[in-house]
């Protein structure tokens, strides 16, 4: 298996839901990202987990709580969050210096 | 810090021309350099990368790139466009001190019949 999955594909959400989005791996890799991709710009960099442990935070709002159960699994867990959050959501694993990405969550909030 | 430059926000090319993205990046030793690219609606594609050795890199869908030291730029070519090449390009390197990819701008390319 060589590529990362996300699920689900879209997500619409009112402001008060909560919500999760899902990356997995089965590469054996060790670190896994978060990006943010806003219309028209380039991914933005979230989070990253390194062994299961958060190493960066890029000052992401607390509605947003990424959690990584195990080596292979990473979610980003959704809360209150707000209209300016719709984007797509990027997640992406890393052996050595290449980075694999899922295909995004693309997430509307109403 | 680290910082990637893609100079061009949107280059309309014929079909069948020739093209030439840019991409620059600023930082002292050999960074570690990725092309994607991306159409409307879709996640990002890797076309290629270059970490070290030959300059000149091979990619997927008839892409190449060059990596020139001298002029801090890796720019992405291709000698015969298809329409279905529309699409964003981003060009990106990886952080060294914390491995994720740092990514410049995004050229949109438009193709014309």
């Known amino acids: 298996d060589t590529e990362v999955t996300q699920t689900p594909k879209h997500l619409v959400m009112g402001m008060t839901n909560k919500k999760s989005l899902k990356c997995e791996q089965h590469?054996?890799?060790?670190?896994m990202y978060w990006y943010k991709q806003k219309a028209k710009k380039p991914p933005e960099l979230m989070f990253v987990y390194s062994y299961e442990k958060l190493s960066i935070n890029e000052s992401v709002p607390s509605r947003f709580s990424p959690e990584c159960p195990n080596s292979s699994l990473l979610n980003l867990h959704l809360h209150a969050l707000q209209p300016e959050d719709s984007a797509l959501y990027l997640c992406a694993s890393s052996h050595y210096n290449e980075q694999f990405f899922g295909p995004g969550t693309r997430l509307t909030v109403l | 810090a680290q910082s990637v430059t893609q100079p061009d926000i949107h280059i309309t090319v014929s079909e069948g021309a020739s093209l030439e993205l840019r991409c620059n990046y600023s930082y002292g030793a050999t960074p570690y350099l990725f092309w994607y690219v991306q159409s409307p609606g879709q996640g990002l594609q890797l076309l290629l990368k270059?970490?070290?050795?030959?300059?000149l890199v091979q990619g997927i869908k008839g892409f190449e790139a060059e990596f020139k030291r001298s002029q801090s730029s890796f720019n992405l070519r291709k000698p015969s466009v298809h329409w279905s090449d529309a699409a964003e390009y981003f060009c990106?390197?990886?952080?060294?001190?914390?491995?994720?990819?740092?990514f410049g701008k995004g050229t949109k390319l438009s193709v014309k019949p």
């Open positions: 270059y970490f070290s050795g030959d300059t």
């Open positions: 590469m054996g890799h060790r670190a």
């Open positions: 990106a390197a990886r952080s060294l001190s914390q491995g994720n990819l740092i």
